[in-house]
């Protein structure tokens, strides 16, 4: 018989721990956009002329994951709830 917690609940921890990871996942991810992002800028700065527009919007979408994702800027508009009487 094994001792690990989520065969003794039953199965129950299985879904826990799959919804602790995904905001870990999430991060992730979009580390790993904001990468290709990178290295897709300096190809375009390197080999590209006339690329202004196309780094404009490169850089504004790194920008908007950036504050949405790591800075958590949503937050600043959404309505705190369980907070006070």
Do not use: Q, S
């Amino acid at each position: 018989m094994t001792d690990r917690p989520e065969k003794r609940a039953g199965g129950r921890i299985a879904p826990l721990l799959k919804e602790r990871n995904r905001p870990l996942l999430t991060g992730w991810m979009v580390f790993l956009t904001l990468l290709v992002l990178t290295l897709l800028e300096y190809v375009v700065a390197l080999f590209m002329t006339r690329n202004l527009p196309l780094m404009i919007v490169m850089n504004v979408v790194d920008a908007g994951l950036i504050m949405y994702f790591f800075m958590h800027i949503v937050r600043l508009w959404r309505e705190e709830h369980g907070e006070g009487a």
